[in-house]
């Protein structure tokens, strides 16, 4: 009887492919470590990593610090919190120097921190940051 026993499959399947998919959703939207706690931009300077891997002109995300790092033409660093205005996900794309949030779609510019796509309306929160020895390092003096 291959008519019923492959229809059922084909339900059976449906039904697997998207659980996944809701799970993923879930995920983007708490903290990435599965800790239960908020993600949340560095509250202290973090070492991000190595100078020169933000080129001219690009941007680098660090997705375990949610913090995004642009260099302008001039070489003049910028780094904002990819934690999403919108509703608080963590930026989890970058596209050129545009960030993409997985949640409703919002995106930012890299290099200023401003909304590029609805729904968000606030831009990205700036973070001081600097090169020291080689090493780049965001976040806020306390
Ligand atoms: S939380 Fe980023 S678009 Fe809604």
Known sequence: ???????????VLRGAAAAPVAGLALAA??????SGAAA?????????????????????????????????????LKAYSTICTHAGCPINKLRGTTLVCPCHGSEFDAVTGKVVQAPAT???????????????VAGPAN
């Open 1 to 11: 009887m291959p008519a019923p026993s492959s229809a059922s499959r084909r339900t």
């Open 40 to 76: 949340d931009a560095p509250t202290a300077p973090v070492d991000l990593g190595a100078e020169n891997e933000v080129a001219k002109g690009g941007a680098k995300l660090y997705r375990d610090h949610n913090v995004v790092v642009s260099r302008a033409e001039d070489g003049t």
């Open 122 to 136: 606030e831009p990205l929160t700036e973070l001081p940051v600097k090169a020291a020895k080689g090493r780049i």
């Open 29 to 34: 939207c708490s903290a990435p470590d599965g």
